[in-house]
């Protein structure tokens, strides 16, 4: 999924729904602009190109005491999965997993990916 095709997304009956297709996990390749550190949780705002979309991930530390995604800093291209979130109309992502892309063709794979299942919910399959 697209930063844009993630603030497109509507709601409804608790469900979020994208082409009129139902979705709740994503995944959004894109670089981090910004990271902000609570007491509970950091903030990653990741831009695509289409847009800006606000990742979430618990403070959770392992016995190293590092935190979870150290490794992911601001101007850093990531693979970002998890869950959408809805919070007075902002749309969000509950990060699950995140890792560092270090081949700048993973981003066109994810884009061509995102052009090809819209283009299969919208116009059915190709046969």
Avoid at 17 to 33: A, C, F, M, W
Avoid at 94 to 102: H, Q, S
Avoid at 104 to 125: A, D, F, M, P
């Amino acid at each position: 999924m697209t930063a844009k095709q993630l603030n497109s997304i509507s709601e409804e009956d608790g469900t979020h729904k994208l082409d009129e297709q139902e979705v709740s996990t994503v995944r959004i390749v894109g670089t981090i602009i910004s990271v902000e550190t609570h007491a509970t949780n950091i903030v990653y705002k990741i831009s695509d190109g289409t847009g800006i979309v606000e990742c979430k991930a618990f403070v959770d530390k392992d016995n190293s005491n590092t935190p979870k995604f150290a490794d992911c800093v601001e101007r850093s291209m990531v693979c970002c999965n998890g869950n959408i979130r809805s919070y007075e109309g902002n749309k969000s992502i509950m990060i699950y997993a995140m890792y560092l892309v270090t081949d700048w063709n993973k981003l066109t794979q994810h884009l061509l990916e995102c052009i090809h299942v819209h283009l299969k919910n919208t116009r059915g399959s190709v046969t």
